[in-house]
């Protein structure tokens, strides 16, 4: 059978790199995503039709409308190389800064006393000191890194809950774009409730196909408001830069498996990122930290890593996901001799739960080779995924994009069957895609599970069954 890693990964594409021709020549089957901001949608949209051109399938394409800053470097009138830890910069929209911003938002917005800031992809920290209510904040050097024009500044601190609707961005020049193969959407975590569904609800009204939503957490008042917005989203995109500069970094790795540990509870699939692999943008071997990094994400089973978008050029790409595969082939293999902290199982408390859970302990106790499960809309397929089976599941859907938005999901593969079966060919014609998918040999054993089989009939029932692979 196909060698299928469990952990995914996602592209975060700089616009830079929307070449259709050369990310196709990278390996389009080797990434379960590609992440597109939303800065170029006209650019965006000819990208993927160019890539739909020159591929038969698409893999899952998300779409970031989280604000991705509030400012950024304008102009620079003092020496770089002068610039020391402990250096005092001024930063404003006035031509009399040493670093001249233009924002998007009054400074006022940005500014907090204390505050923890950084420059571009995080190679400089500041300290935010005084401000003189106007346009110039003062601010303290604490790790020196590149500054350059254009690079983005980021105060994760000053995001707060918005409970009025002020994020809300002008969608409708998004709307050719959101109906372009977009599968899933990445909005900001510090959305309230009210504001979150309202967006949702308009996102989902105005596209041809249901998207799934993500939270963004890039903050500690992200964090601490997602549980307000649980019901409204599919999975959690976690930005951990940004969220080390709203709480003491040390505490960001506990805190992450805190987060996942309530995606696990209540279903949502989880998404690492930041910097992963970053010094490969330049470098032929990562550091060992990068690597220990990919691996205890890997550990905690995370549904999906990141490939950076600050490794900006297309050999970057190809040696940094070599080595990102190697990693994730090496951890997986090896993953039954590790010890460790070991998250928990969600409750099993219903028919459906329970289904899934058991679904999940047959496969481990046969010796299955693969959980295969049909959908129709995508719940039974992730019940599996939040018990952590140590194989791949296959999904079997009737919608091609349910599928893609199912790619993103660990350990999720799928086929899509053209036409419904009768109830007492399902199994024959499983049977017969397995094969010619590959993605199961003759005689493996495989776990077939369904909560509902209603879209075939109306005397189906909850189920699953142990089966062989049949030549």
Not at 296 to 312: F, G, M
Request: charged share 20%.
């Amino acid at each position: 059978m196909k060698n299928l890693q469990i952990t995914k990964i996602i592209w975060s594409l700089s616009t830079g790199l929307q070449d259709a021709k050369k990310v196709t020549k990278v390996g389009l089957n080797r990434f379960a995503g590609l992440k597109l901001d939303y800065s170029t949608p006209e650019k965006s949209i000819q990208f993927l039709d160019e890539l739909c051109d020159l591929n038969e399938t698409l893999p899952a394409v998300v779409l970031d409308l989280a604000p991705a800053t509030r400012a950024f470097v304008k102009s620079i009138s003092i020496d770089i190389d002068a610039i020391q830890i402990g250096s005092i910069l001024k930063l404003g929209t006035g031509s009399d800064a040493d670093i001249q911003i233009s924002a998007t938002v009054p400074l006022s917005e940005i500014y907090q006393k204390g505050a923890r800031a950084y420059l571009g992809a995080g190679g400089t920290f500041l300290k935010l000191e005084d401000f003189n209510g106007k346009d110039t904040m003062q601010a303290e050097v604490v790790q020196l890194g590149g500054i350059k024009i254009g690079s983005p500044l980021h105060v994760p601190s000053t995001r707060e809950v918005d409970t009025k609707g002020d994020y809300l961005v002008d969608l409708a020049k998004y709307e050719e774009l959101l109906n372009h193969h977009i599968t899933h959407v990445i909005l900001p975590g510090f959305l309230s409730p009210g504001v979150f569904k309202k967006l949702r609800d308009h996102i989902q009204k105005v596209t041809e196909r249901p998207i799934w939503f993500v939270a963004k957490v890039a903050s500690q008042s992200d964090f601490e408001n997602l549980q307000s917005i649980f019901e409204h989203i599919s999975g959690v995109y976690v930005s951990r830069l940004d969220w080390a500069m709203t709480v003491e970094p040390a505490s960001i790795p506990v805190k992450t498996k805190e987060l996942h540990q309530k995606c696990v509870m209540n279903g949502k699939f989880f998404v690492t990122a930041s910097q992963m692999l970053l010094s490969m943008a330049s470098n032929i071997t990562p550091t060992r930290a990068e690597v220990s990094d990919i691996a205890n994400a890997l550990v905690d089973k995370s549904d999906a890593i990141v490939l950076t978008k600050e490794i900006d050029s297309f050999e970057a790409v190809s040696r940094t996901l070599d080595m990102m595969e190697k990693i994730i082939f090496d951890v997986e293999q090896n993953y039954k001799k590790m010890s460790g902290w070991v998250m928990q199982e969600p409750t099993v408390d219903s028919p459906f739960s329970a289904v899934a859970y058991g679904a999940v302990e047959a496969a481990r106790n046969v010796g299955a080779k693969a959980i295969v499960a049909l959908t129709h809309s995508g719940n039974t397929v992730q019940a599996i995924s939040t018990f952590n089976p140590p194989i791949p599941v296959i999904a079997i859907s009737f919608d091609d994009c349910l599928l893609r938005s199912l790619a993103l999901i660990r350990g999720v593969y799928g086929f899509c069957l053209s036409s419904t079966p009768k109830l007492d060919e399902v199994l024959n014609v499983v049977n017969a895609q397995l094969i010619k998918q590959g993605l199961l040999d003759k005689d493996d054993l495989y776990v077939f599970a369904s909560v509902t089989l209603s879209s075939l009939g109306s005397d189906a029932s909850n189920l699953f069954t142990i089966q062989k692979v049949r030549g």
